[in-house]
C-alpha cells in the first residue's frame, strides 16, 4: 500500500501473541510521542500517545514504554489480532515548541494466523 | 465528529503541470499540518498553518505552497509537477496550540500520481 516502503522493517507474529515495535527518537529534547498506525491505503490513524514525564502508559491492548535515557520507544501489543496487520510509526516532538512532529521510518507488523 | 478529509483522494497530473490539494481539519482544531509519504522517504513534513499563517516549513523547494483560510481549512499547491512529486500527501489537524493538546490527527491522503 501507500504506507510502506520497500524495505521496512517487518515483525512477523503469531495471531493472539503480544507485539513489540521499536523506535529509537532523533531528538534528546524531544518530550511527546505518538505512536500511528497506517494501513495499506489509508493515513495514518492515532493509536497512544506519552509525555516525557511519564516512562509507560497503557490504553486498550497497547502499552508504550518510554526511556529516555537511551531515547527509545516502545508499542507493546497485546493478543495481536489480523486486525492488527500494518505499518507502525512513532513520532517525536517538543511540546514547548513547534507542531513540525519527526516521524521514524515505520515498522511491518504481520499477523501470522 | 467527523474526521479530517482531504480531496480530491487521487489525483494523475502530468509533469510541468501543477496542482491543488484541499484538506478540513476535524471541527474545532485550528493547526493544519501537511505531510509528504514515499516509500523512498517515508512521511516528510511540508507546513503547519495556524490562524492562516505558516509558522513551519520543512526542507522542501518553493514549488510547493500552501494557505489556510478563515475556517481553518487548508490548501496545498505544487508547481511544476515533477516525477518526483509522485506520493501520498497527508494533511494533520491539531486542536489549538498552547494548551498542551498535541494529539495529531491525520485525513486518508491524496495519492498524486505524476506522469
Known amino acids: 500500500g501507500e504506507s510502506v516502503g520497500l524495505h521496512l522493517p517487518t515483525l512477523s507474529v503469531q495471531e493472539g501473541d503480544n507485539s513489540i515495535i521499536n523506535c529509537a527518537y532523533s531528538n534528546s529534547a524531544s518530550d511527546y510521542f505518538i505512536w500511528y498506525k497506517q494501513e495499506s491505503g489509508k493515513g495514518p490513524q492515532f493509536i497512544i500517545d506519552?509525555?516525557?514525564?511519564?516512562d509507560k502508559r497503557q490504553g486498550q491492548r497497547v502499552t508504550v514504554l518510554l526511556n529516555k535515557t537511551v531515547k527509545h520507544l516502545s508499542l507493546q501489543i497485546a493478543a495481536t489480532q489480523p486486525g492488527d496487520s500494518a505499518v507502525y510509526f512513532c513520532a517525536e516532538n517538543i511540546l514547548s515548541g513547534t507542531y513540525k512532529y519527526i516521524f521514524g521510518t515505520g515498522t511491518r507488523l504481520k499477523v501470522l494466523a | 465528529k467527523a474526521g479530517v478529509t482531504q480531496t480530491p483522494r487521487y489525483l494523475i497530473k502530468t509533469r510541468g503541470q501543477q496542482v491543488t490539494l484541499s484538506c478540513s481539519p476535524i471541527s474545532g482544531h485550528r493547526s493544519v499540518s501537511w505531510y509528504q509519504q514515499t516509500p523512498g522517504q517515508g512521511l516528510q513534513f511540508l507546513f503547519e498553518y495556524f490562524s492562516e499563517t505558516q509558522r513551519n516549513k520543512g526542507n522542501f523547494p518553493g514549488r510547493f505552497s500552501g494557505r489556510q483560510f478563515s475556517n481553518s481549512r487548508s490548501e496545498m499547491n505544487v508547481s511544476t509537477l515533477e516525477l518526483g512529486d509522485s506520493a501520498l500527501y497527508l494533511c494533520?489537524?491539531?486542536?489549538?496550540?498552547?494548551?498542551?493538546?498535541?494529539?495529531?490527527?491525520f485525513g486518508p491522503g491524496t495519492r498524486l500520481t505524476v506522469l
Open positions: 494533520a489537524s491539531t486542536m489549538l496550540p498552547g494548551q498542551g493538546v498535541r494529539e495529531q490527527f
Open positions: 506519552i509525555r516525557s514525564n511519564m
